[in-house]
């Protein structure tokens, strides 16, 4: 069995049905989490619209143009340790110009078989900060319905991909995203 299934707060989580005593909120699974914006665009946050322009730098939901920098929406994968569960935390790579034109003819429809490259995060992630950005890979979605995935290639941040985080640990990444879940989960 899963070892986190006899941990009370995972099970709080994970149940639709409960509701917590201090506000009444309730979760049903894991809680998506994620960087709207690379930490380097000065711009500002996408608001209402679908697309932010500023002079020839643009930003959407899913692509990033900043100066000569090219970036794309993705996620960590970041498997939860003691369960089947991965959190995929939202950021944003930096990709080189003739792979970032190969990623967007690929995702907008022309299916050119982008086949992954090398890429960079470009968001501080809370537990693995980084002074400069971190060397990854971008892995292709596997559906439409996903963003692709990117795998850090060395560091704590490769081995917590490759060996998962703790509950704790997530509980912890929550807070330092502004959502500390940890006071709803007493029960
Ligand atoms: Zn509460």
């Known amino acids: 069995m899963n070892l986190l299934a006899l941990d009370s707060r995972w099970q709080r989580l994970n149940d639709p049905t409960y509701a917590c005593k201090c506000c009444g909120r309730s979760f049903g699974g894991l809680v998506d989490m994620g960087f709207g914006q690379p930490d380097c665009w ?3 946050a996408l608001t209402d619209g679908d697309t932010l322009t500023v002079g020839d730098d643009v930003l ?4 990033c143009v900043f100066d000569d920098l090219r970036f794309v929406h993705c996620v960590v994968p970041l498997p939860i340790r003691g369960s089947d569960e991965v959190f995929l935390f939202g950021v944003w790579a930096s990709l080189s110009l003739e792979d970032f034109k190969a990623y967007v003819l690929d995702a907008t429809g022309e299916k050119t078989g982008f086949a992954g490259a090398a890429a960079w ?8 900060e980084n ?6 890979s971008l892995k292709p ?3 439409d319905a996903e963003r ?10 490769a081995q917590a991909q490759a060996e998962g985080i703790s509950f704790d640990q997530l509980l912890e990444i929550y807070a330092a995203c502004g959502e500390d879940l940890r006071p709803h989960l007493m029960g």
């Open 42 to 44: 000065p711009h500002g």
């Open 60 to 63: 959407t939901a899913d692509l």
């Open 121 to 128: 995060l470009m968001n501080d992630l809370p537990l693995f």
């Open 131 to 136: 002074d400069e950005p971190l060397e990854c």
């Open 141 to 143: 979605a596997e559906s």
């Open 148 to 157: 692709p995935r990117l795998m850090a290639t060395s560091g704590p941040l």
